[in-house]
C-alpha cells in the first residue's frame, strides 16, 4: 500500500519579503507565494502580513495541511515557539510567533532558526537524507549553518548554536561585524569577499572579471567570479580555491571537534559550483585527523530556489 | 539518612605509567599506586601490567569496588569497550580493554577516551558540578579537550570528538603535527611554545625567563615563565596575554558554533593561574556574539594531581 502524500506549510522569514508554499512529504511544492515583509512598520504589521499570506496560499489550494513551519532569522526557543531581536526587525524584541500562528489557524505550528531549517530541509528532502549526522554550512551575504547529530538539529544550550560563519580562521585577522576577528564570514561573506577581489584586481589588471563587468567592478557577483574562471581566468581560479582553503580550514576544524565528517554546502556563493567542492574536500582531507580522512564528504545542497520554503516545511516532517 | 558512600577503581592509562586509585563518591581516593606500563612492549604486556596494578591495589584495600573506570589514550568505542591505536603504544590494533577486564576480575568495566575522562571527572568531581553543559580544554603538550552537552560527553559519530587542539586559529599558520595548519596545539602545546619563547628570547635578552633558567633555555618551562612573570617581566607577561588571545579567540568559535558559554581550564599549562584565565575570558567576551558575552564563564579545572585517576573513576558514577 503507498504511504499517503501529506502536506505541510512552509514560510520563509525574510527581512524584505515572507515566502509561503504548500510542500508535501516528497518535497515538491504544489503552490507558493510571496509578499512583503514589512519588517520597518514593526512586529504586528509583520504578523499581519504573516497571516495575510497564511489566508492567501490556503485559498489557493485545498489540501489538508498537517502542519506550520516557520523559519525566522534570529534566535528561536523552539520550545516556546518565540523568536528573539531578529536582526533587521526593528521593534521586534520577543515574541511568541508559533502560538500566535497556531492559534489563529488552529493548525499546529513550528518554529526554527531559518539556517536550522535549511539543514532539516536538506535531512529531509535534500543532499543530506542518507545521512544521520551532518553539518551544513550556507554561503551568502551572512554565512550561517546548522548541525545534524544523530537525525537530531543540535541547538546548543540556548537555541544559538550552528553559527559556522563566526569560526574565526584568523586570531588577528580582519574585524567582523559580530565583533569578532578572523571570522569565515569577513572573508567569503559576499560583500567582503566583492572587497577583497576589487582590491585584488588591483594587482590583476588583466583579469576577464573586469571584461566581463565592463570595468564597472560594483557589478562583480559569485557569478561573474564563476564565469571568468570558467572562461580559464587565473585570478578567478586563485579566488575560488583560496575560498575553498578558507571553507576547509573551518570544516577541518569542525571535524576534529564534532566527528562529523559530512559537509553540506549551499547558499548564493556555493554557485561556485565543482570546482569549489572539491577544493574545500581536498583540504579537509589534508587537514584533517587520519581516521576521519577517508570518511570526508562535500556536498552541493539539493534544494535551491525555495531552499526557504522548503526547509520550514520540513519542520513539520521532522520528528525531533 | 546519610547516603551510602560508594567506591570506584579508576585506571589512567599513559604512555610511560599506568596510575590507579580507589576513588569514593565523594571525589576522595582511598588509596593508590602506580606501575610502568611498558607500552614498548606490545599490548599483551600493557594489560598484564594493568591485571597487575589491578590486583595490587585491591589487595591493599578492602573496599567493595562498583565498577572499574579506565581512561585511555586513542579514539574509544565505548560500547564495545575498544581502545583504537592509542598513540605511543606499539602494535595496539584495535583492542576490547573494557571485556578483557571486566571478565578478569568480574567487576562491571567501562572505558573512554582520557580528555573525555577528564571532562566526566569535572563534572562530577570538579569545576563542571554545578554545570549542565561546558568545553573542557586541557593544556599540555598535547591540547586536548571534552564536551558535556546536556549532561552528557558528546563523543561525535565514532567516538573522536572533542579535539580542541586541533581546531585551527589561522588557516595559513604554522604546520601542527597533526597534518594540520595553524591548530592551537602548534602555538600553545608545550614543546611548541618552549620552542617559540625561546626564539623570542633573542629580541628579549633582558627577560627573568633567561636569569631564572641561567641562560639554560632547555630548562624553560611554563612554571618558569609564571615565575618570570610574577616578578614583572614584561615580555613573560606578553607570552601569557598572547596565549590567552590565542585560546580566546578558539574558545569564541566553539561558544558560536555549539552556543556553550562555560569552559574549564585544565592541565599544566594552565600553571599559569589566574592571568591567563582572566586573559582568555576577556578575549572571549570581547569576541563572541552579543546575547551570550554575559553568560561566559572560564573557570580553572579544580581536579589537578590525580585528575586522571578522578576521570576515570567518575566514569563508574557518571550515568551516560
Known amino acids: 500500500m503507498a504511504e499517503k502524500i501529506k502536506y505541510a506549510l512552509g514560510i520563509d522569514l525574510g527581512g524584505t519579503s515572507t515566502k509561503f508554499g504548500i510542500v508535501s512529504n516528497l518535497g515538491v511544492i504544489l503552490s507558493k507565494t510571496s509578499i512583503p515583509s514589512n519588517a520597518e512598520l514593526g512586529p504586528d504589521e509583520v504578523i499581519s502580513q504573516i497571516k495575510k499570506g497564511i489566508k492567501q496560499i490556503l485559498a489557493q489550494k485545498k489540501a489538508k495541511i498537517k502542519g506550520i513551519g516557520i523559519g525566522a532569522p534570529g534566535v528561536i526557543n523552539n520550545e516556546k515557539g518565540t523568536v528573539e531581536y531578529p536582526p533587521n526587525f526593528p521593534g521586534w524584541g520577543r515574541i511568541k510567533l508559533g502560538k500566535i500562528i497556531q492559534k489563529e489557524f488552529g493548525i499546529k505550528t513550528l518554529i526554527e532558526n531559518d539556517a536550522n531549517a535549511a539543514a532539516i530541509g536538506e535531512y529531509i528532502f535534500g543532499a543530506g537524507k542518507k545521512y544521520n549526522s551532518f553539518v551544513m554550512i550556507t554561503l551568502g551575504t551572512g554565512v550561517g549553518g546548522g548541525i545534524?547529530?544523530?537525525?537530531?538539529?543540535?541547538?546548543?544550550?540556548?537555541?544559538?548554536?550552528?553559527?559556522?560563519?563566526?569560526?574565526?580562521?584568523?586570531?588577528?585577522?580582519?574585524?567582523?561585524?559580530?565583533?569578532?576577528?578572523?571570522?569565515?564570514?569577513?572573508?567569503?561573506?559576499?560583500?567582503?569577499?566583492?572587497?577583497?577581489?576589487?582590491?585584488?584586481?588591483?594587482?590583476?589588471?588583466?583579469?576577464?572579471?573586469?571584461?566581463?563587468?565592463?570595468?564597472?567592478?560594483?557589478?562583480?557577483?559569485?557569478?561573474?567570479?564563476?564565469?571568468?574562471?570558467?572562461?580559464?581566468?587565473?585570478?578567478?581560479?586563485?579566488?575560488?580555491?583560496?575560498?575553498?582553503?578558507?571553507?576547509?580550514?573551518?570544516?577541518?576544524?569542525?571535524?576534529?571537534?564534532?566527528?562529523?565528517?559530512?559537509?553540506?554546502?549551499?547558499?548564493?556563493?556555493?554557485?561556485?559550483?565543482?570546482?569549489?567542492?572539491?577544493?574545500?574536500?581536498?583540504?579537509?582531507?589534508?587537514?584533517?585527523?587520519?581516521?576521519?580522512?577517508?570518511?570526508?564528504?562535500?556536498?552541493?545542497?539539493?534544494?535551491k530556489n525555495d531552499a526557504g520554503i522548503k526547509g520550514a516545511s520540513a519542520l513539520v516532517f521532522y520528528k525531533s
Chains 1, 2 share one sequence.
Open 148 to 303: 545534524i547529530f544523530n537525525n537530531k538539529i543540535y541547538r546548543g544550550e540556548f537555541g544559538a548554536a550552528g553559527e559556522l560563519g563566526h569560526i574565526s580562521i584568523n586570531y588577528k585577522g580582519p574585524k567582523c561585524k559580530c565583533g569578532s576577528v578572523g571570522c569565515i564570514e569577513a572573508y567569503i561573506g559576499i560583500n567582503y569577499l566583492k572587497q577583497q577581489v576589487i582590491k585584488e584586481l588591483q594587482d590583476n589588471p588583466g583579469s576577464k572579471i573586469l571584461e566581463l563587468v565592463n570595468n564597472e567592478v560594483d557589478l562583480i557577483t559569485p557569478r561573474i567570479i564563476q564565469e571568468a574562471m570558467e572562461k580559464g581566468d587565473e585570478f578567478a581560479k586563485s579566488v575560488v580555491e583560496n575560498m575553498g582553503i578558507q571553507l576547509g580550514s573551518v570544516l577541518t576544524s569542525v571535524s576534529n571537534l564534532l566527528d562529523i565528517s559530512t559537509f553540506i554546502i549551499g547558499g548564493g556563493v556555493s554557485g561556485f559550483g565543482k570546482p569549489l567542492i572539491n577544493k574545500i574536500q581536498k583540504t579537509i582531507v589534508e587537514r584533517v585527523f587520519i581516521p576521519t580522512k577517508k570518511r570526508v564528504k562535500v556536498l552541493p545542497a539539493k534544494l
